[in-house]
């Protein structure tokens, strides 16, 4: 009969496993900074796949742009003294192998450069910005010009996360899991002749805290872990305990 540390062992070996276990490889392009580049400025289009060992291809209006080798799972695509001409569609090819096989594509990140003007936009976050899971969250974007369009933006996500309607600058997260921390910006676009973009808001940091189910499982296994390390070290210790009427070593 295997001994009960061998068996617990395996058990927890199972089940480390089953939660890093991963699916099909996919890419998740966005931004960095989010929002409308400035005329003349910079930022990053970053692509990030689950799968290691390959290289991405960024595509521009469908065609190849640039080819940059991940570092970890992430490639970063710098954009630099931007012009209008770096406005239009981008996507990602994630390719592997010496032929080059296509193994994942991303969605479309729609990339806008114009001249930015006016004052920034106030985004707040309340109750706070530390929550814990479930709660209700207020995201309200302040802006002094009432002919504008106001947009939310989360940081490493493709494209717009909200948009604001007239009068009403308000963004309700009910029930807000771990998946929507992170930093939060605004941008308005003015309406007009001619048309115009703010700068974007100040970032702020939403908090959630999560003591479900999920973390309480992975706090039992890290315990169940350091119970076993102890069992395991008992054992050892047991074993080479010298038995009643046989003097140990000398």
């Known amino acids: 009969m295997l001994p009960v540390t061998h068996i617990l062992a395996f058990g927890a070996w199972l089940v480390v496993q089953s939660m890093t276990a991963t699916s099909d ?9 989010p929002g409308v580049i400035p005329l003349g400025g910079s930022a990053t289009i970053c692509c990030e796949c689950q799968y290691n060992g390959g290289s991405f291809v960024l595509y521009r209006n469908g065609q190849q742009f ?6 970890g799972s992430r490639a970063e695509f710098s954009i630099s003294n931007a012009t209008r001409s770096f406005s239009g569609p981008y996507s990602c090819h994630y390719l592997h192998g010496d032929d080059r096989t296509v193994l994942a594509r991303s969605d479309t990140l729609e ?11 106030v ?18 974007c302040i802006f002094q010009d009432t002919n504008a369009i106001c947009f939310l933006y989360l940081e490493g996500q493709a494209g717009t996360l909200h948009s604001f309607p007239e009068k009403d600058a308000k963004f ?15 941008q308005c676009y003015i309406k007009g ?22 973390n309480t499982l992975r706090l039992a296994l890290g315990a169940a872990i350091l119970v076993l390390l102890g069992l395991i070290v008992a054992e050892a210790l047991h074993s080479h305990r010298p038995t009643p009427g046989h003097p140990g070593p000398l």
Do not use: F
């Open 193 to 214: 002749t001619p048309p115009k973009w703010s700068s974007t808001s100040e970032y702020l940091e939403l908090v959630v805290r999560d003591y479900t189910w999920g």
């Open 123 to 140: 985004l707040s976050i309340l109750p706070g910005h530390e929550v814990t899971a479930g709660s209700d969250v207020l995201l309200q």
């Open 25 to 33: 490889p996919s890419i998740t392009i966005y931004l960095q900074p």
């Open 66 to 71: 640039r080819t940059l080798k991940p570092r």
């Open 111 to 121: 990339v806008l450069v114009e001249e930015l003007q006016g004052p920034k936009p």
């Open 172 to 186: 309700h997260l009910s029930q807000v899991k771990q998946g929507n921390g992170g930093r939060y910006s605004c």
